[in-house]
């Protein structure tokens, strides 16, 4: 018994510590990527806040919510039952029950999400939803969106504010999507960037005590194993 106590304990003090990672910024900018491989790689949850954005818009667009009238998103925001799974090799979402994972992703709720995304009834909604969803990660989270360090987790053990030129931005966007027009996807890229940083309601915005990392020039892999050593050196320190 007490051999199996003093294991028990050893192990305990040897597991990494659990840590919050807030990880921001602008489209294109590898956030998704990252933030799934680092969770993977460290045994920690993870959470893509904007796919909760995509979700309630989505709802809204199938329930006929005039997606650009403020005041009948705000009545509308606490209706949909939105659920995220939080495993990085296969995070989920639905809505209403309903997997939601293939239809948030359309250029139609792209094109919407902003306008939905602004309205402070729905930020409140969500942000709550994703304090829950990081208040019960028993191993820690990767948390990525693009308020989580300035809003939603103001006390995350570690942020990271990922940045990269609109140029390198649109490239990876436009190869993810067959036949798209990488002018096009730049503009696109840089009208939701005015919307998401000049929203009145969490903008999108670096936190002060961010670390910020521009992958412009670094390779997926460089990208990940920079977090996983600003995660590490975290996790030793606590």
């Not at 040897?14 to 460290?42: E, M, Y």
């Not at 949909?80 to 997997?99: A, F, L, N, Q, R």
């Not at 930020?123 to 308020?147: C, S």
Request: a negative charge; proline letters at 4%; charged letters at 25%.
């Amino acid at each position: 018994m007490s051999t199996t106590v003093e294991t028990a304990s050893a192990a305990a003090r040897t597991a990494p510590a659990a840590v919050i990672v807030a990880i921001d910024g602008p489209s294109g900018t590898g956030k998704s990527s990252t933030s799934k491989a680092v969770a993977t790689q460290l045994g920690l949850s993870y959470l893509d806040t904007g796919a909760q954005y995509r979700a309630i818009t989505w709802w809204m667009l199938n329930n006929n919510i005039d997606v650009h009238d403020a005041m009948e998103v705000a009545t509308a925001a606490a209706k949909p039952v939105i659920v995220s799974g939080t495993d990085p090799t296969g995070p989920t979402i639905t809505v209403d029950g309903e997997d939601a994972s293939g239809p948030i992703r359309t250029q139609e709720v792209t094109s919407k999400v902003s306008a939905v995304s602004a309205v402070p009834e729905v930020r409140t909604r969500i942000t709550e939803l994703q304090r829950t969803i990081a208040a019960g990660a028993e191993r820690g989270i990767v948390v990525e969106g693009r308020d989580i360090g300035t809003t939603v987790l103001p006390d995350a053990d570690i942020k990271i504010f990922l940045t990269a030129s609109p140029e390198a931005r649109a490239a990876r966007r436009s190869g993810e999507v067959k036949g798209s027009d990488l002018a096009a996807t730049k503009e696109a890229l840089i009208k939701r960037d005015a919307a998401d940083s000049g929203r009145k309601t969490s903008p999108l915005a670096k936190a002060d005590d961010a670390v910020e990392v521009d992958t412009t020039e670094l390779t997926l892999q460089q990208v990940i194993e920079c977090v996983v050593t600003l995660v590490g050196e975290k996790q030793a320190a606590k």
